[in-house]
């Protein structure tokens, strides 16, 4: 599987635009790109996926370089329930994902 | 809708001892994933199934079994507990669209101690 790298971890102020970066400088012409995120204690939780194209969606939008070679997931306005691991995944066909450590986001009141 | 259900939350096991570890999803997925996540670390795959009556290995499936008899459930069977299995067991499914698989939705995990 095609590798990703991600900042172990980052802080934002609440009500602050967040940007989560993601390198996969390997990315395959299938891989699409896939974001998880983990609150403590909880299992993870999708949050959103893309091939070529941004995508949007009612929790974050995701801008993708236009290599592919790297994304970023936005969070427009950060809120303390925000604060959580976020994965970056890449996959052909969302199958047998691999989660790696991720970015701990920290939100600051 | 409940989601994907896991039971249960917490189990102190001593070495040696087995146990099933249950999971049911009511969202008629055909997918469905076994993770484990050790302290600090990422989602390892264990097993999965892409519908009923079949299974296969993920990343580290030593020491684990599966079935699937029906769509909703799928349980993780631990037969000889070893201290190396402390850690916390996530459920997953997920169904398949046109263009791939839906975003997995996760259970609410185990909790698991050996010792």
């Known amino acids: 599987d095609a590798k990703t790298t991600q900042p172990n971890s980052m802080e934002s102020n609440e009500e602050e635009p967040v940007h989560l970066p993601c390198n996969h400088s390997t990315i395959s012409g299938t891989d699409y790109i896939h974001w998880y995120r983990q609150l403590p204690s909880q299992g993870p939780e999708y949050v959103i996926h893309g091939l070529t194209s941004n995508v949007n969606n009612r929790m974050a939008s995701l801008a993708i370089a236009e290599d592919r070679k790297s994304s970023t997931l936005i969070l427009h306005r950060a809120t303390l329930r925000d604060a959580a691991v976020y994965y970056c995944?890449?996959?052909?066909?969302?199958?047998?994902?691999?989660f790696g450590t991720g970015t701990r986001l920290t939100i600051i009141p | 809708n409940a989601g994907v259900t896991q039971t249960p939350k917490f189990r102190i096991l001593k070495i040696g001892q087995s146990m099933t570890l249950q999971c049911t999803q009511d969202m008629n997925h055909n997918y469905m994933y076994w993770y484990r996540q050790d302290p600090g670390m990422g989602l390892k795959l264990i097993y999965y199934s892409v519908g009923a009556g079949i299974t296969d290995k993920g990343e580290v499936p030593n020491g684990y079994n599966v079935s699937r008899s029906t769509t909703e459930d799928f349980p993780l069977r631990l037969e000889l507990a070893a201290p190396s299995q402390t850690s916390v067991y996530f459920c997953?499914?997920?169904?398949?669209?046109?263009?791939?698989?839906?975003?997995?939705?996760f259970g609410s995990g185990t909790r698991l101690t050996v010792v």
């Open positions: 997953a499914s997920s169904v398949y669209r046109g263009t791939g698989l839906d975003g997995y939705t």
């Open positions: 995944i890449l996959s052909p066909h969302n199958e047998k994902l691999t």
